[in-house]
């Protein structure tokens, strides 16, 4: 799902909000997000998940071309971590779909 997506789903969901109103409401939610990650804050949204930064240390890489090593700097980096209701939900998909197709193929 891309954000116009995103912002297509809330105006067809909400008769209220107008395109307009859907598209500031999702750049203000994902704004919000973003600031937050970016002072160094955590974000967690019960039943969906949590955003926080982690760090990654600094270390020794390898150039593919030449074969020589580099040394990659320390980093900090967004981590999305999905709740349990987001993970028992993609999993009950993904079981469902797997029967789906586990049936047709003993149709056939």
């Known amino acids: 799902m891309t954000r116009s997506d995103l912002v297509e789903e809330l105006a067809n969901r909400f008769d209220q909000l107008t395109h307009r109103d859907a598209e500031y409401a999702a ?3 994902l704004d919000a997000v973003s600031d937050a990650l970016v002072r160094g804050h955590r974000i967690e949204i019960r039943g969906f998940g949590s955003f926080s930064v982690n760090r990654r240390p600094p270390r020794m890489g390898r150039n593919p071309r030449s074969g020589e090593s580099v040394a990659i700097p320390e980093k ?3 981590h999305f971590k999905p709740g349990k ?3 028992e939900a993609v999993d009950a998909h993904t079981q469902m779909l797997a029967s789906q197709a586990n049936e047709k193929i003993s149709r056939s």
Request: proline content about 11%; aromatic content about 0%.
């Open 27 to 29: 750049k203000t939610i």
């Open 85 to 87: 209701a987001l993970r």
């Open 76 to 78: 900090r980096v967004p």
